[in-house]
């Protein structure tokens, strides 16, 4: 295989191979539970977003015209996801041996964020519009029959780790 078809063909990934790599950083960093505490604050910042009443007075005093309105809604759904991750991270019980162990457990939640964090910015965050992330990504996550199972995916997932 010719090296610039590889390379071709990995800019075609590399959003997707951003985000997993973040993620998987992230869960080496922090830890197993760090990570699942993401995953769990992602689920109920999509159910707070979605009714949020405040989005238009949001978008009227952040954004300087239409390009300013997908990153308010970014930084809006941001918010709602720490906080949620934080509230999380109070309820879920610690424990610190966890940091160090279970590389493969650590991939498996790293890819299950990766579908959920990609799952969103197709269908509820307006991340299209600010850059496309290729056609190849965009066949596996922006059919919209297809959000019903990317969401379930991470959460049966959980059910079995």
Do not use: C
């Not at 010719?2 to 790599?21: Q, T």
């Not at 998987?24 to 009443?53: D, E, H, M, Q």
């Amino acid at each position: 295989m010719d090296v610039y078809a590889l390379l071709a063909y990995a800019k075609e990934f590399l959003p997707l191979i951003v985000v997993f790599g973040a993620l998987l950083a992230y869960a080496a960093i922090r830890g197993n539970r760090a990570l699942i505490t993401l995953l769990l604050g992602l689920y109920i910042a999509l159910l707070v977003s979605l009714k949020f009443p405040y989005y238009d007075a949001i978008y009227g005093v952040l954004s300087r015209g239409e390009s300013g309105a997908p990153i308010a809604a970014i930084i809006v759904f941001v918010i709602f996801t720490v906080l949620a991750t934080l509230l999380f991270g109070r309820l879920l019980p610690r424990d610190y041996r966890e940091i160090y162990e279970g590389v493969p457990k650590k991939i498996l939640l790293a890819v299950l964020a990766t579908i959920l964090v990609m799952a969103y910015s197709y269908h509820v965050l307006p991340v299209t519009a600010l850059f496309d992330p290729g056609s190849a990504v965009g066949a596996l996550f922006s059919p919209p029959q297809y959000f019903f199972w990317l969401l379930l995916l991470p959460l049966i997932g959980l059910f079995f780790i």
